[in-house]
């Protein structure tokens, strides 16, 4: 057996070795060539750089080679190799732009030296001629695109310095057109950088839309869980007290129980008290300061009635098909809150829609096993608004009751279906099992 001292430096060199392997795959992943608007959302906004990069290629190429040639007359050689060393990395700027920038600004350079060894008229351009110009603010417009700001403002220095030092070398003693290369270069660098920030600047708004929404639907899922838990409680505790009262009162109420019982009767409440404190330290947790819990019995079916007149007083016809079979505590408060729910989205959404409300037990279908039971059903139903409402009753809702709905009837083992109708209208349909159906 090995000892600490002696398995510790091992772990040490495997976190090592995971490090380098990481810091390697990292590496690569930079190394990997990456394409000017590979992450635009539209399809030919992702085709827009190729389609330019190839443009300026099948253009420049032989209109440099025919103005080398013919105007400044350059042998047909030295023009054809300058035209692809001045064109040919536009198409691998798409990718690499810095590279490109390497080879063209050498060509350039190296072209303008070129062009002092020929006699060519005053009225040319030197040292840059127009196609050169094209070529090059395209290619820093790319650079502007994908390299950090610190490369574009060595690169701008790079292109200002080589323009003024050809400026001592003008062969016809008359200043060169550096000036107007530098300035349009420094255009396209800070276009391009502009761009590139407002791409970066929506990516990330957009990032931070999405996880917002998604911790607003999580934040409202926990809190509908931690009030599903703090009504869960109250049903539990109330069964719970009921068991405590009869088992500690059992010995006055029976008479003549021997001694043993007497014994099993004051362990299950002293075992009920228990779980009673246990219950209400968990609900201290639950319960925030500002709320300071619900201490009013929680509804039940025996209350759906009296939503649906409340509904039917704020201008909603609403039909409403009672239950008179007992259901647990904590399925008839599920069905409650969401028919309370259903109708506070009737009233919001289509206000005047006639509504329907049933809620009925019936068996789970000849297909279901023995043990399945009953299930509660639990349907609302409205058709559309008489008269569209010109804007919603109320502006800035979370828009999560289906969430808590979802919530509660999938705690309790159930469905819901909810959705609108061909008709305009809207469904919400829950289906409860009652695994239990004794209630005495």
């Known amino acids: 057996m090995t000892s600490v001292e002696e398995e510790r430096p091992r772990k040490g060199k495997r976190a090592r070795k995971r490090g380098r392997e990481r810091q390697e795959e990292r590496a690569r992943q930079e190394e990997r060539p990456r394409v000017l608007l590979a992450g635009a959302s539209r399809r030919w906004v992702r085709l827009l750089p190729w389609g330019v990069a190839f443009l300026l290629f099948v253009a420049l190429?032989?209109?440099?080679?025919?103005?080398?040639?013919?105007?400044?007359g350059l042998n047909g050689g030295i023009a054809s190799g300058l035209a692809v060393a001045q064109t040919a990395p536009l198409l691998l700027a798409i990718v690499r732009p810095l590279r490109a920038w390497y080879v063209i600004f050498v060509a350039d350079m190296g072209g303008a030296l070129v062009l002092l060894t020929v006699d060519f008229e005053e009225r040319l351009l030197w040292p840059f001629p127009p196609m050169q110009i094209v070529g090059y603010v395209g290619l820093c417009l790319a650079l502007g695109l994908r390299e950090p700001l610190r490369t574009l403002l060595v690169v701008w220095l790079a292109t200002a310095a080589a323009g003024v030092g050809l400026e001592f070398v003008t062969p016809h003693g008359t200043g060169g057109n550096s000036p107007l290369l530098i300035i349009l270069s420094g255009v396209a660098l800070v276009l391009g950088a502009a761009l590139r920030e407002r791409s970066e600047v929506q990516r990330r708004l957009v990032e931070q839309e999405t996880i917002s929404e998604a911790e607003r639907g999580r934040r409202t899922l926990l809190e509908e869980r931690a009030r599903i838990a703090r009504e869960l409680h109250d049903v539990v505790a109330h069964h719970m007290s009921v068991i405590t009262v009869q088992a500690d009162t059992a010995a006055y109420r029976l008479q003549g129980l021997p001694p043993d019982v007497q014994e099993e009767f004051a362990s299950v409440a002293a075992t009920a008290r228990q779980s009673l404190g246990e219950m209400r330290r968990l609900l201290g947790v639950l319960r925030n300061e500002e709320a300071h819990g619900e201490l009013a019995p929680q509804p039940g079916l025996t209350q759906i009635g009296q939503l649906a007149e409340a509904t039917a007083r704020a201008g909603v016809p609403v039909e409403f098909t009672p239950c008179d079979t007992d259901?647990?505590?904590?399925?008839?408060?599920?069905?409650?809150?969401?028919v309370q729910e259903a109708l506070a989205n009737v009233v919001r959404h289509a206000p005047g829609a006639p509504t329907r409300v049933s809620v009925?037990?019936?068996?789970?279908?000849?297909?279901?096993?023995?043990?399945?039971?009953?299930?509660?059903?639990?349907?609302?139903?409205?058709?559309?608004?008489?008269?569209?409402?010109?804007?919603?009753?109320?502006?800035?809702?979370?828009?999560?009751?289906?969430?808590?709905?979802?919530?509660?009837v999938r705690i309790l083992g159930g469905t819901l279906d909810a959705g609108?109708?061909?008709?305009?209208?809207?469904?919400?349909?829950?289906?409860?099992?009652?695994?239990?159906r004794d209630f005495t």
């Open 61 to 72: 190429l032989p209109t440099t080679i025919q103005v080398l040639t013919a105007d400044y």
């Open 327 to 338: 259901v647990p505590e904590a399925e008839a408060l599920a069905a409650y809150r969401i």
């Open 360 to 408: 009925s037990v019936s068996g789970m279908g000849s297909g279901a096993a023995p043990e399945d039971g009953e299930r509660l059903t639990v349907l609302v139903v409205n058709g559309p608004p008489p008269v569209p409402p010109a804007a919603p009753l109320e502006v800035g809702g979370t828009g999560h009751g289906l969430v808590g709905m979802r919530e509660r």
């Open 420 to 436: 609108p109708l061909p008709d305009g209208g809207f469904r919400v349909i829950a289906q409860i099992p009652l695994t239990e």
